[in-house]
């Protein structure tokens, strides 16, 4: 977080769980980003579900956000 500032001009992409117990450190670290930035709060989605629940994670958003750069 120190340096969340400096990944700028690059893009930011954040993905996290609506109930993911770190949800907040995503969005903190987007609060603190400049821009480029994104954040995404997937629905009913915890922490680990991002990991390997396929129907959870946002394969839609990570194509756009890596086609784009």
């Known amino acids: 977080m120190t340096n969340i500032k400096e990944v700028s001009p ?5 993905v996290a769980g609506e109930k993911a117990h770190s949800r907040y450190y995503s969005e ?3 609060a603190a980003a ?5 954040l995404v709060i997937v629905p009913d989605a915890d922490h680990v ?6 129907e959870k994670i946002p394969f839609d958003k990570l194509e756009q956000f890596l086609r784009k750069i």
């Open 10 to 14: 690059r893009p930011v992409l954040l």
């Open 28 to 30: 903190d670290a987007y």
């Open 34 to 38: 400049l821009e480029p930035k994104e």
């Open 49 to 54: 579900a991002l990991y390997d629940n396929m």
